[in-house]
């Protein structure tokens, strides 16, 4: 009797953990980010703990936000418990887990030095990830909409290889990633790209990447049209009122920085 009694508690027992396990693999989007926001502003335990019971029953979006709280940390320790819950939902195709584990790689995490090849092999693979039709046309609305994570990656791959992290220096190769980036809506990748048309003396060109990073409020952009304007630079007149207009634009824009 003793026995039956035991084996029916084990079967409730583990009748409730499956249950519950099957409840956390469809924990909602929403739920997700509200415990992310939690664990990265005040450190709560209890979000962090729903966080990763979610993860455990397989949500990849939970392994993504509690991969991206963890490798923010300076324990090394839950740093690469956090690279290994990103580069499990990588494995399963996330773009912006696989951006953020080439980002981690590229820059350090915890003092461990940076490991470029690693960057690059991730930052890679969310670049594939990419639309083969951009999503951006010269008349689009870029406000509100945050590049994709595979431009993203587009642009710190132009980094790596422009200025030679871990690899031989290749402007050809950078200027190859950074026209992806720019044409995929990287606001930044479109300023550089306007600068390379600059130094290469087509004013056209460099005019049009210019307007589109400043159309994004990216303050540099909006300067560069400044101080065009002021000049007469890129084949347009001097104009006083589109300098100052310019210049207010920048002065906004600084208020609402635009990241990479």
Do not use: C
Not at 49 to 71: P, Y
Not at 118 to 147: I, K, V, Y
Not at 197 to 204: F, I, P, T, V
Not at 235 to 253: A, F, I, M
């Amino acid at each position: 009797m003793m026995k039956r009694a035991l084996s029916i508690g084990a079967s409730v027992i583990v009748v409730a953990y499956a249950a519950a396990m099957f409840t956390a693999a469809r924990t909602p989007t929403r739920d997700i980010d509200e415990w992310r926001v939690r664990a990265l502003s005040t450190h709560d335990r209890t979000s962090m703990t729903k966080l990763r019971v979610a993860s455990w029953a397989g949500n990849d979006a939970a392994a993504l936000a509690l991969g991206a709280v963890l490798v923010g940390g300076h324990d090394a320790r839950h740093v690469r418990e956090g690279i290994g819950w990103l580069e499990r939902s990588a494995d399963h195709g996330d773009a912006d887990a696989q951006l953020l584990l080439g980002r981690v790689y590229f820059e350090g995490a915890a003092g461990a030095p940076p490991d470029y090849a690693q960057s690059r092999r991730w930052l890679e693979r969310a670049a594939r990830t990419l639309p083969a039709t951009p999503a951006l046309h010269d008349d689009d609305d870029h406000e509100g909409h945050a590049p994709l994570a595979g431009a993203q990656a587009a642009y710190w791959l132009a980094s790596i290889h422009r200025n030679g992290y871990g690899v031989a220096r290749d402007a050809n190769e950078g200027v190859r990633w950074l026209t992806l980036a720019a044409r995929h809506g990287v606001p930044q990748a479109q300023f550089q790209l306007a600068n390379v048309y600059r130094e290469r003396g087509n004013d056209a060109q460099a005019l049009s990447w210019l307007e589109r990073s400043a159309h994004a409020e990216l303050p540099e952009a909006n300067l560069a049209l400044a101080i065009a304007y002021r000049n007469g630079e890129m084949g347009l007149r001097p104009d006083d009122d589109r300098y100052w207009n310019y210049v207010k634009e920048t002065l906004h824009d600084y208020k609402h920085r635009v990241q990479p």
